[in-house]
Nanobody
């Protein structure tokens, strides 16, 4: 059974930082690309960051230079370091892995940035 569990969300002020974590189990994590998405109230889910099995990364333009994704294959975890947070970063953040023709998602973690 595949499980993805996000943690690390919270309430911060603009300009502060948060570090999200996604812990995976039941999956061959080391060979999988892992994605972070977010969904703000009333908006569509947005792809925020990607990290491939080899550690290549890509970011949405709105977070480029502020967010950093990394992975620890030994611990089957992916982190999303979020710096210089803005109120518009407020959303539920989800990690996602596609494997065996299916898309797996965590339950999400809420990030709220006050101005």
């Amino acid at each position: 059974q595949v499980q993805l569990v996000e943690s690390g969300g919270g309430l911060v002020q603009a300009g502060e930082s948060l570090r999200l974590s996604c812990a995976a189990s039941g999956i061959d994590f080391g060979i999988r690309t892992v994605n972070w998405h977010r969904q703000a109230p009333g908006k569509q889910r947005e792809l925020v960051a990607i990290i491939t099995s080899r550690g290549s990364t890509n970011y949405a333009g709105s977070v480029e230079g502020r967010f950093s994704i990394s992975r620890d294959n030994a611990k089957a975890t992916v982190a999303l370091q979020m710096n210089s947070l803005k109120p518009e970063d407020t959303a539920v953040y989800y990690c996602n892995v596609d494997a065996w023709g299916k898309s797996y998602w965590g339950q999400g973690t809420q990030v709220t940035v006050s101005s």
